[in-house]
């Protein structure tokens, strides 16, 4: 029998002659017990539970696969050499040893792209002999030939015959989901997804009938509200992909790690108080409380949490023991909501068209927040430089579209202003 034949149509439904790790989405036995593997839950999204752990598990849309409702986000790879070499080496040391502590956890999931430097290697060495205890999540950009060799190199490098999970990273297009289907029918991978900041693609995806699953940023700072009323808010698309019986894993589910940029602040009462809070209740209250406002949505299946340490790995399964946010982690949320979100884009692109000069006013807010929150000022310049001149804040005229249109009223012109001062190789002043 050829891989092809192995999988129906479109839909990812199995026949029969399966190998065993084909077989991982029903009978999972060494993921959450062979109860739990059995896909007899329906369209039920109620979580199941594993006793030894308290690690729960759902179920991801159409492609029936039994996933904990946490699992391991790599996006931090993209930038590890950038660490230093004491550095870069601790973080390699830590990748292995945060992703098998998941898994002893009962974790089973793992998401990241090819373009997050060495990540795919780095998960296929650490988990080489723990293979039908994951499942992998692999995105890559492009179409054709191009998306197709990145995840023929994907499958070597995770060392497996097929990987469970792709996405489309970024964006997707037709010719993207007409080369993962076709990889699907070749029985290279199971299920189709994609990743993308903007609700009004996955709208499309979803009711074009392309997607098994999806990953879609959520948050407490991303609201119900996500652009101008014709454009589909984050929660309205995840309501859908529940309607449509696809699955939804979370990603930026921390916001954007705004805490240490905040504590330059020490003059800000707001940020004085939040401070006092997370020394008085531990800073993992603020994160665990992250993660149960975003599981605690019933269409949400969960989530992919950037975790680099097992130390976060165990504060984080610890979170989803329990789906109530405590009166503490309450507290915390509602003080972190009330300062981020006077600083927080959302990267929704409202603003995009309104801008006159055409000015990338999301990516420009996303440089000067991975200067300002993530440390990574070299990047940060990188990016905003390789911008050419005519889409740089030099040609912004203050005339304040972008702001007139921003659905969670941010003063862009400000803090486009302030990206340009701390990013552009020449210092120019406004007027």
Known sequence: MSKSDKFDDLKGNKKKGLSRREFLGYSSAAVVGAALAKPSFGKSNDPHVKPETGMKYRRLGRTNLMISVIGLGNASG?????????????????????????LDLGGNFTSTSTSYHNTVELLGSALKNRRDE?????G????????????????????????????????????????????KDEGKIRFVGMSCHDPRLHEWAIKNDYLDWLHIPYNRLGMIKQGSADIPGVERVIKLAKEKDVGVIIIKPMTGNFIPYWAKQTSEPEIQEIMKKLRDYGPQNLYQ??????IQNP????????????????EDVEAVTS??????????????????????????????????????????LRFRMYYNNYGWGDY???????????QKVTQCDDCG??????????????????AHSILAEEKTLFA
């Open 380 to 390: 940060a310049k990188s990016l905003y430089n390789e911008l050419p001149d005519y």
């Open 299 to 314: 269409n949400v299946t969960a989530c992919a949490v950037g975790m680099d340490t097992v130390q976060q790995v165990v």
């Open 323 to 364: 789906f109530e946010i405590t009166a503490h982690q309450e507290e915390l949320l509602e003080l972190y909501a009330g300062v981020a979100d006077k600083d927080y884009c959302r990267l929704c692109t409202t603003c995009v068209p309104h801008c006159t000069k055409g000015i990338p006013v999301p990516d420009i």
């Open 78 to 102: 993209s930038l590890s050499r950038q660490l230093g070499p004491f550095l870069f080496d601790k973080w390699l040391m830590e990748r292995g040893a945060a992703v098998n502590k998941l």
């Open 140 to 183: 890559t950009s492009g179409s054709g030939e191009r998306m197709r060799a990145k995840f023929e190199k994907a499958l070597k490098d995770l060392q497996t015959d097929v990987i469970d999970l792709v996405f489309s990273h970024g964006t997707g297009d037709e010719a993207a989901f007409e080369t993962m289907h076709k990889l």
């Open 134 to 138: 994951v499942y992998y999540a692999i």
């Open 401 to 418: 579209m972008c702001e007139s249109h921003c659905p969670h009223q941010l003063k862009i012109v400000e803090k486009l202003q302030e």
């Open 289 to 294: 409380a992250m993660i149960k406002w975003i």
